[in-house]
């Protein structure tokens, strides 16, 4: 047969009490719980001391010694030993017969420290799909500012007033007299020069012209009011110049004809022109001096008379008025902000929690 192993038994009060051997284990009726003994102390130590929890994968606790973490309330005297623990950190129950259990449904244990101090304080619970929502959506509100237009301001228009300052009249009262002055001329030295060379131009023959000759044509006059009437032609007097002179050439008087015939002047021929070279010795030239008579300025007498400065004539400046529109400031329109519901889905296996009593 199989070998057993038996184990002390006996109460709570009984288990208080006993020391043990080294190692020994005690079963405690009462609170169904194994305890453990060093053989000098007392009622040794239990391995699963009352207040610890557990996750349990059946429907319901195991057994008395158990109870479920459903944030029941249970009674004080009873559970003496577990209110002893946790008191009324998890719910105070009625306040004087009963106390409240753990309540870890839809919850996952959170270990107590700085951020989360206080046993028993709970957080929220997991919906049904295990998705826990972190952040809740939240849509702001938007702003629409007001739109605000300044009111123009028109500067008013401003003409100064002109001035025109007054003519002054001098008067000149003494007499300026201004003394005869007679200048000292001036005479300057005459100068003789002496040509010591001789200049020889060489002889020298031009080429003679001979004009063409005209003949005027004959005029047939008649006086018929009885007028005497003198005709007239114009001819050279000399074949070495073109020195002319007038002649008549008919008389008209009325009541008869008198016929001029045409005057024939014949071509006039100029012979070639010879220049005989010709020597000049040496010779003075003299240069007289030149006389500059002295320049007499006569005495000059100013009378009384008067000079006339007149006014002067400064316009009005006109300065136009000055408009400064108004400015138009448009509301400023800032939409609501939206921020999605954040969510995180937990991969998990729901289990009950229990809780040693």
Not at 176 to 200: C, E, R, S, Y
Not at 201 to 216: E, L, Q
Not at 237 to 249: E, F, L
Request: charged share 10%; proline share 6%; aromatic share 2%.
């Amino acid at each position: 047969m199989s070998t057993q192993l038996l184990l002390r038994r006996g109460t709570t009060a009984e288990n208080n009490s006993f020391t043990g051997g080294a190692g020994e284990l005690s079963v405690d009726n009462n609170t169904k719980n194994v305890r453990v003994h060093d053989g000098s102390t007392a009622g040794g130590f239990e391995i699963m001391p009352s207040g610890s929890i557990l996750p349990f994968g059946g429907a319901a606790a195991p057994n008395a010694a158990w109870l479920l973490c459903d944030g029941s309330d249970v009674n004080r005297t009873t559970y003496a030993r577990l209110f002893a623990v946790i008191g009324t950190a998890y719910g105070t129950g009625n306040g004087s017969t009963t106390f409240g259990l753990p309540d870890l449904r839809d919850r996952v244990p959170l270990g107590k420290g700085a951020n989360n101090s206080t046993l028993g304080t709970e957080t929220g619970s997991a919906a049904a799909s295990s998705v826990i929502t972190n952040a809740t959506a939240n849509t702001g509100t938007g702003t629409t500012g007001t739109a605000n237009t300044g009111t123009g301001t028109t500067g008013t228009a401003n003409t100064g007033t002109g001035t025109t300052g007054t003519g002054t009249t001098g008067e000149k009262t003494s007499l300026v007299t201004v003394a005869n002055d007679t200048g000292t001329g001036t005479t300057g030295a005459g100068t003789t020069g002496a040509k010591t060379g001789l200049v020889t131009v060489a002889n020298d023959t031009g080429t003679g012209t001979t004009g063409t000759g005209t003949t005027g044509a004959g005029t047939t006059g008649s006086d018929g009011d009885g007028d005497l009437t003198v005709p007239t032609a114009t001819f050279a007097t000399s074949a070495k110049d073109s020195s002319t002179s007038t002649a008549a050439t008919g008389v008209t008087q009325a009541a008869h004809t008198h016929s001029v015939p045409g005057l024939s002047i014949p071509g006039l021929s100029i012979p070639a022109l010879t220049i005989p070279a010709l020597a000049v010795a040496n010779h003075d030239h003299s240069v007289p001096g030149l006389s500059i008579p002295a320049l007499t300025i006569p005495a000059l007498a100013v009378a009384d008379h008067d000079h006339s400065i007149p006014g002067l004539g400064i316009p009005a400046l006109s300065v136009p008025g000055l408009s400064i529109p108004a400015l138009s400031v448009p509301g400023l329109s800032i939409p609501a902000l939206t921020i999605p519901a954040l969510t995180t889905t937990l991969p998990s296996s729901v289990v009950n929690y229990i809780i040693k009593i």
